[in-house]
């Protein structure tokens, strides 16, 4: 008799703690997560970001890396947590466990280059769709550069660049760069002032 209490004891304590074991697996699982989607790349923007809003002298880097070591804390990892409650605990595993795959980590550390290619590709073919949609009276390309930053493709790089017949300044930028963006205006007006020198871009 008292074998068969013992055996249901144990039941009923394993099913207790069940709850528990499945809460200590998801915040494991989400703290990998969070460990491997929040890149230092990622975190130095954020830290940069934090930093211009505020006008402070701090080095991004280590402020990203005393962030790192905050994630884990009990209310930072509480409020990152809390946008994930739409994924089930075996959800949240299978994207730990997707994160941290070899795959995924060559995907991470080469397959970026892929991606760009990819963009390049998808870019000028779009690029290539709209010059042969739009209006057949197009301007030359010397009327096109007499004025204004020129934006330079693999297309036209040889004879913007290459072949130039004026000095050159080139701004190589990204769409999502803020200073990029703040930066654009102030060479237009340049390349106004100074017609004798050519201002291109470069994505």
Not at 49 to 76: C, G
Request: glycine share 2%; charged share 25%; hydrophobic share 45%.
């Amino acid at each position: 008799m008292k074998k068969h209490w013992f055996f249901a004891l144990g039941i009923a304590l394993s099913i207790a703690a069940m709850p528990l074991q499945a809460n200590e697996s998801r915040s494991d699982h989400l703290k990998i997560l969070f460990h491997e989607i929040f890149s230092d790349l990622f975190l130095e923007s954020a830290a940069q970001a934090a930093i211009d809003s505020q006008n402070l002298e701090i080095d991004p880097v280590l402020l990203a890396q005393q962030f790192r070591k905050e994630m884990d804390r009990e209310e930072t990892f509480a409020a990152l947590a809390e946008p994930y409650a739409v994924f089930s605990d075996e959800e949240i595993e299978d994207l730990a466990v997707m994160f941290t795959s070899p795959v995924y980590q060559k995907f991470v550390t080469e397959g970026t280059e892929s991606v760009m290619a990819n963009f390049q590709t998808i870019q000028e073919a779009i690029y290539n769709l709209a010059l042969a949609s739009s209006a057949p009276a197009q301007k030359s390309f010397q009327e096109t550069v007499s004025s204004g930053v020129i934006e330079v493709t693999r297309e036209n790089f040889r004879a913007v660049v290459e072949q130039s017949d004026m000095p050159l300044i080139i701004d190589i930028y990204a769409p999502w760069c803020s200073p990029c963006k703040k930066l654009s205006p102030i060479l237009e007006k340049l390349s106004d002032r100074f017609p004798e020198i050519r201002f291109v871009k470069i994505n």
